[in-house]
Nanobody, 125 residues
Framework: QVQLVESGGGLVQAGGSLRLSCAAS????????MGWYRQAPGKQRELVAS???????NYADSVKGRFTASRDNSKTTVYLQMNSLKPEDTANYYC???????????????????WGKGTLVTVSS
C-alpha cells in the first residue's frame, strides 16, 4: 500500500499564494505518476495537475500559468505551488499517486490508485 499525506492548505486572500506538499510512504515502488485533484462543494472532482516520475507535468486549463507541480529528487514528495489564487480555487485538494507511466493529462481524469485525505484551501474575495 501507499500512504499519502498532504499539508499546506489554509485560508488566503484572492491574489495570494499557497504551497501544498504531499509526502508518499509505504510501497513506493508502486508509485510512478502523482497528481493533485480538487473538489469544491457541489462540484465534480477535477484533476488539477499530474506529474510523471520524470517530472513531466500537465495542468487543467483553469490553473495553467498560475499553478506549478513539482517533485523532489527522491520523487516521494510532490508540491503544488499555487499563485494568483481566485475564490473559485476554493476546494479540498487531494494528492494522488498511480503506478501508471502514462504521460498524458487524459490518463488520470478518472482518478489514480492511491489517495490522500485532502487539505482544504479557502480563497477569500
Amino acid at each position: 500500500q501507499v500512504q499519502l499525506v498532504e499539508s499546506g492548505g489554509g485560508l488566503v486572500q484572492a491574489g495570494g499564494s499557497l504551497r501544498l506538499s504531499c509526502a508518499a510512504s509505504g510501497s513506493l515502488f508502486r508509485v510512478n505518476a502523482m497528481g493533485w485533484y480538487r473538489q469544491a462543494p457541489g462540484k465534480q472532482r477535477e484533476l488539477v495537475a499530474s506529474i510523471s516520475s520524470g517530472g513531466r507535468t500537465n495542468y487543467a486549463d483553469s490553473v495553467k500559468g498560475r499553478f506549478t507541480a513539482s517533485r523532489d529528487n527522491s520523487k516521494t514528495t510532490v508540491y503544488l505551488q499555487m499563485n494568483s489564487l481566485k475564490p473559485e480555487d476554493t476546494a479540498n485538494y487531494y494528492c494522488a499517486a498511480d503506478s501508471s507511466s502514462c504521460l498524458g493529462y487524459g490518463c488520470y481524469l478518472d482518478g489514480m490508485n492511491y489517495w490522500g485525505k485532502g487539505t482544504l484551501v479557502t480563497v477569500s474575495s
